[in-house]
């Protein structure tokens, strides 16, 4: 089915009209249908349903075409089918084989879709998102992202090519830029921006978390990442099973339209973007309002405050277009109504970082729906990002009260509870959330670790197990061969296996600390000692205060008659990690004589 065909059903469904607004007599504005969209974080989530059981999906502008993951098609019970010879997406993290499958009924705003094709691949959306909604249906005709209201809107216009079509501006200053037409082929919004002066062409993406610049533009913009105003910030993902470098530098200026950002910080990605410089991410669109004109290809937005690039940061300096005529359409009606409304609000301010207001909100939520968990569970969420974990305690109860198998819920209980030394609590929410989980869920990536952190070593083996054979092609792979290989290392008794994963995890592209050290640990059990002191040095080059390499460095070197090194290694551990002699003893890794209580040396890598 065809995204005209789509857009049909549910117009059809809806019983939509297409009334103009008040606009001019050669101008008419009508709108189709109303998205609502909530942010979990910077990420703009919409509720569908895949055979008659609910989904979440990510509205990823970015996206030529709508996406379910390898694991979550799994999960749903679709039957998977190849495709073309040679087809593949690219994303951020590089390229991605794909499969396809067919949703017999697809529930997209209260309507039935019948048959409705998706490609599958890639890694998790994340936040319990099992995929895109990609451009093949959000750019039907015109399309608003007010992600700060909690909305995408699509929109018919007519005879508009001299009209503003911010409809919501009522006078305020408004830009406007041409962007690149539509085709078959090309999809994606690109439009051209400015960076230092320097002109470059953005794409405007709903599904990057964040707004960043490729390398390549930087250098063009003269930022260099080796400048020492700049920050290595580590490694990002995407699409593809690849991490990217990524650094935050100093920029002088951003402008786009009439619009000019000064004295900023920019995210820059060490990897390329087809046809555009930038992804201009979430945090752009949570700082504006966007109207994507498809006939003629214009794009109109206004700024609604605050940062536009660092939403956790004061205001960037921001400077406005001028004022701006009436425009076209019919009147915004931006205040929410009902519960549903006050969460969607709530949410897009705590992603800008208005905890305050989105508290207010949820607030209002709950008491408007006080029998719907999704509301208490976000309550709960802001509650911790607000540094209150016994309000949150006390909404993750009321949640699990109204959903006794809220798998998210009972995972983010069981980590409370762990932080409070409750361990049998923390273990019966795991185990619960264990048994909810469907065997496909990305969820048991979070219980792996909860696992290990408990020391339940067999029950992380088994949810890395489990999480590992339904995303085989996920970019957090080699995190979770290094949890695995961790927990197989110190059980040590599957060496062949934690060979492998910590193998695995050494030698990919995001190789950490905790990889070498896992390795080093499965080498030191099979007496492969100078091989343990390699990797024991590997991953203190990367961590220079990684207690368990220093303690299993030490162990080595009293094995090998190096008492005086053995003893400073050892002793430097303990200062780090004050338990992990008795930690390491209970999984047979017993230092040969006491560890000595002394002032440790700094830590240095030996060759």
């Known amino acids: 089915m065809g995204r005209v065909t789509v857009w049909a059903a549910i117009i059809a469904a809806a019983g939509v009209g297409l009334a103009a607004g008040p606009a001019s007599a050669a101008c008419s504005v009508g709108r189709i249908a109303e998205m609502p969209v909530t942010m979990a974080g910077t990420r703009p989530l919409v509720q569908a349903k895949i055979n008659g059981a609910d989904a979440t999906f990510l509205a990823d502008s970015g996206a ?110 408004v830009s406007m830029i041409t962007i690149d037409p539509e085709t078959p082929a090309a999809r994606h919004i690109i439009g051209s921006a400015y960076v230092n002066g320097v002109r470059i062409r953005v794409l405007f993406d709903t599904g990057a978390a964040r707004s960043f610049l490729s390398r390549a533009a930087a250098a063009r913009a003269g930022i260099k990442t080796d400048a020492p105003d700049v920050a290595y910030m580590g490694r990002s993902s995407g699409i593809g099973r690849r991490t990217v470098d990524n650094w935050i530098a100093p920029v002088a200026s951003f402008k786009i339209g009439d619009e000019e950002i000064r004295n900023t910080r920019l995210r820059i990605g060490d990897t390329e973007l087809g046809d555009a410089d930038m992804l201009l991410g979430a945090d752009f669109f ?82 408007l729906a006080p029998g719907e968990p999704r509301y208490v569970y976000e309550r709960a969420v802001l509650h911790g990002q607000k540094g209150e974990p016994q309000l949150a305690m006390v909404d993750l109860d009321a949640t699990l009260k109204l959903q006794p198998n809220h798998v998210r819920a009972l995972v983010a209980r069981a980590g409370l509870n762990q932080a409070r030394d409750e361990k049998a609590a923390a273990l019966a929410d795991l185990d619960a959330a264990d048994h909810a989980a469907a065997k496909q869920s990305d969820e048991r990536l979070r219980m792996a670790a909860e696992y290990e952190r408990l020391g339940r070593l067999p029950a992380a083996s088994a949810q890395f197990d489990l999480w590992i054979a339904a995303h085989p092609d996920d970019s957090r792979l080699p995190t979770a061969l290094t949890g695995r290989c961790w927990a197989e290392a110190l059980q040590g008794d599957t060496p062949d296996k934690a060979a492998a994963d910590c193998g695995a995890a050494a030698r990919s592209l995001q190789v950490t600390a905790r990889a070498f050290e896992g390795r080093g640990l499965v080498r030191l059990r099979r007496g492969d000692l100078a091989g343990a002191v390699a990797d024991f040095n590997a991953a203190l080059q990367r961590q220079p205060k990684a207690a368990w390499a220093l303690y299993g460095r030490g162990l080595a070197e009293q094995r090998q008659g190096l008492a005086t090194p053995a003893a400073a290694d050892l002793a430097a551990a303990v200062a780090i990690q004050a338990d992990l002699p008795a930690v390491a003893a209970r999984h047979g890794l017993a230092a040969a004589a006491p560890v000595p209580v002394m002032p440790p040396p700094a830590a240095t890598v030996k060759p």
């Open 286 to 367: 949570l700082s504006h309002r966007i109207y994507v004109a498809k006939h003629p290809s214009r794009l109109f937005f206004t700024y609604n405050g605050g940062s536009v690039f660092n939403l956790e940061k004061p205001p960037a300096e921001v400077a406005p277009p001028p004022q701006s005529a009436a425009a076209a359409g019919p009147p915004a009606s931006d205040a929410p109504t009902d519960a549903d409304g006050f969460s969607r609000r709530g949410q897009a301010r705590a992603a800008r970082g208005d905890l305050t207001g989105a508290l207010a909100d949820l607030d209002r939520a709950c008491a």
């Open 64 to 173: 030529f075409y709508s996406m379910i993951s390898t694991a979550s098609a799994l999960q749903y019970g679709l039957r998977l089918r190849p495709a073309p010879f040679g087809y593949e997406v690219r994303g951020i993290g590089g390229a991605a084989d794909v499969q396809l499958t067919t949703v017999k009924v697809f529930t997209l705003l209260g309507t039935d879709l019948r048959n409705i094709e998706f490609l599958v691949g890639g890694s998790e959306a994340g936040s319990g998102a099992v995929g895109m909604i990609g451009d093949n249906i959000l750019r039907f005709e015109d399309v608003e992202f007010d992600l700060a209201g909690g909305a995408i809107r699509i929109f018919k216009s007519e005879n508009c090519a001299n009209t503003n079509l911010a409809y919501w501006s009522a006078g305020k200053p």
